[in-house]
């Protein structure tokens, strides 16, 4: 049962544009959420994270938005930048941390 | 780098065949987290490593088994190995708590282990 969910595998952005990355959990009781970021042949870096009680985490050109109610979170890359094309993975945990549940991952492109 | 060092890099062997990865997480580090990435798949959580114990387990198959040593270091042994095995192999180390859990909740993700099953 796949209990983070990105349902779009890929999204293509002109440089400078913003992406916008989509994820969907269903368990409720997860209340720490993480993007990682994946290079091709290198391991899942970590990239920004936000706890249950924002609904906005901000860090240079990344932003990421919490919605509990509708157990949805995004992140916003702004302006997107060629370095930028990799794989995005969301993850979420429960408070006690020991198990994280990632997402299938979303491709973006940023295209010159 | 990450400082999470994983080996080997690629391996391919035959159905049925026995493999070991092994992982030296970050200095200092003392849980160390296996994870399986299938084609088209996200990162499937194996198991938790925290100081030589088990701690968490996920959707780990009992063809596979775990340990950490006590220097830290941890291996992942996959046994009777299926096509359906190939994957991905990541490794991912942590700053943690007494409790085990991540303090931060950032995993420190190795290169990955490639492994091919003919």
């Known amino acids: 049962d796949q209990q983070v969910k990105q349902n779009s595998p890929s999204l293509s952005v002109q440089e400078g544009r913003i992406s916008i990355l989509n994820c969907d959990y269903t368990n409720s009781m997860f209340d720490y959420f993480l993007w990682y970021k994946k290079y091709p042949a290198e391991g899942p870096t970590f990239l920004i994270s936000?706890?249950?009680?924002?609904d906005k985490n901000e860090d240079g050109r990344f932003t990421v938005f919490l919605n509990k109610s509708a157990k949805h979170l995004s992140l916003h890359i702004v302006p997107s930048q060629p370095g930028d094309s990799a794989v995005y993975f969301c993850a979420a945990s429960t408070n006690t941390g020991n198990q994280f549940y990632f997402g299938t991952g979303t491709s973006l492109t940023v295209i010159p | 780098d990450s400082g999470v060092t994983q080996t080997p890099k690629h391996l391919i062997t035959a159905t049925g065949q026995r493999v070991t990865l092994r992982c030296s997480p970050r200095?200092?580090?003392?849980?160390v987290y296996w994870y399986q990435q299938s084609l088209d798949q996200g990162l499937q959580f194996l198991i938790q490593y925290y100081n030589g114990e088990e701690r968490a387990k996920g959707n780990i198959l009992e063809r596979f088994s775990a340990q950490q040593f006590p220097d830290l270091h941890s291996e992942l042994n996959l046994s009777s190995l299926e096509l359906g095995d190939s994957a991905l192999y990541f490794c991912a180390s942590s700053v943690n708590l007494l409790s085990g859990g991540p303090a931060t909740g950032e995993l420190f993700f190795g290169e990955g282990s490639r492994l091919t099953v003919l």
């Open positions: 936000i706890s249950s009680i924002k």
């Open positions: 200095s200092g580090d003392l849980s």
